[in-house]
């Protein structure tokens, strides 16, 4: 599988403002700074497509993106961020929650944590809410560069367990940075979305 062509679409905060394209969509969530824009950079391979910044909450609309004219990739805004009011964070949640539970075309969702850590209670929450409405989910661990080779499969086990992952739920860890699992991103993200390669 080939990601040949990548175009920003729209940035969109209501419902009334997502783009019509009718194409499918897939959705990276995860909270803020885990690396949702980067891996969009990553898969396009565009260096600027999707906004990345060292300070957490770079994201704070609804991003769509247009791949192999085919299928939209939406970055979302993080949750879990500390540093803003309440009443922001509010506002943030309703953003993502009003794109997951509205958009008539999101056919996948790819769930990013962060591979050095213990997912957090956001994280389980998401997941909880992916399994119970029976959405069709995959996870990813980013940062891998940043763990030691002794520590993968301890990573791996400990986001399956606090995820509480099947053997039927798909977990890859992957780096950004060094792009080392990208190709296996791809083609598990988009096997069954993409048309396969002429
Ligand atoms: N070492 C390393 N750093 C990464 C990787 N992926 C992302 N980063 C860094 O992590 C930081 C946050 O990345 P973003 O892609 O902006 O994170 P985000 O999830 O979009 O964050 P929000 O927009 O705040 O929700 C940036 O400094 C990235 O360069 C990776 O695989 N390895
Ligand atoms: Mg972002």
Redesign the pocket.
Known sequence: MKIKHADFITSAVRKNQYPETGHPEVA?V?????????????ITNRRKL???????????LVNFFLINEAAMLV?????G?AKISKTEKAAWGKIIEDYINSSPHLKRFVL?VDSRHKPTADDIAMMEYFRYFEKDVVVIG?????LKRNDIRKSEKLIRETLELTDKDQLIL?????RENLQAVIDLVFHDILPEDE
């Open positions: 990276f995860g909270r803020s700074n885990v690396g949702k824009s980067t891996i969009i950079n990553a999707a906004k990345v910044s060292n300070t957490p909450g770079r994201t704070r970055d979302l805004p993080g949750y961020y990013l980013t940062k891998l560069d940043k992957y780096s950004s940075t060094s």
